[in-house]
């Protein structure tokens, strides 16, 4: 199946399921959307979405996190946005926010809180992951786990969490 068909179909787990049953954004007036460096990674992949519907409010670029699969170096896209776009076409990553999957020392898939994330979100900054919509949390760890089935995805994953682990000493 084509990889932007994958996620098109794990966006819609989002689409209704958040965080919290509430509009988490009148907390804050959507801290997470008006960041000034804004942008978010894509996961591999996932930039296939963007090529595939071409909508005009996000831009993507490369970044300078890369990993290596089979010989090769993989630089993880990032996508930006003007601070507004169409719910329905938002990345996995905005989805998944505050949370974020990691891979533990054993090999096993968590669902940690973003620690990038405790600078701007209230939820970020007070919650424990059991606080959240239970639901919600389900579906981030299910998404995940589904992906890292691929070999790929899961060598990605590897890396993101130690890239993750730079940020949690520093914010946990
Ligand atoms: S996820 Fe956090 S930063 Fe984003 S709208 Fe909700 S409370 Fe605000
Ligand atoms: S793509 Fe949408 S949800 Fe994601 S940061 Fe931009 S405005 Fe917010």
């Known amino acids: 199946m084509n990889t932007a068909y994958v996620y ?3 966006y819609r787990l989002f689409d209704e399921i958040t965080p919290v049953p509430t509009d988490c954004g009148r907390l804050c007036k959507k801290a997470c959307c008006k960041g000034d460096d804004g942008g978010m990674f894509l996961f591999p992949g996932e930039i296939s979405v ?3 519907l071409g909508p005009d409010w996000i831009k993507t670029d490369k970044t300078d996190f890369y990993y290596e699969y089979n010989s090769k170096r ?3 896209p990032i996508a930006f946005c003007s601070g507004d776009c169409d719910r329905y076409q938002r990345p996995l990553a905005c989805r998944i926010f505050p949370l974020t999957p990691y891979l533990n020392e054993n090999g096993t898939i968590e669902v940690i809180t973003d620690p990038r994330a ?5 939820l970020a900054k007070a919650f424990f992951i059991d606080d959240y919509d239970a639901a919600f949390v389900k579906n981030v760890k299910n998404v995940f786990t589904l992906l890292a089935k691929n070999k790929q995805f899961f060598t990605f994953l590897k890396a993101y969490s130690e890239y993750l682990d730079e ?5 946990d």
């Open 167 to 171: 940020f949690r000493r520093f914010y």
């Open 50 to 52: 963007y090529k595939l």
């Open 118 to 122: 405790k600078r701007l979100c209230p």
């Open 8 to 10: 098109l179909q794990l």
């Open 74 to 76: 993989y630089n993880v």
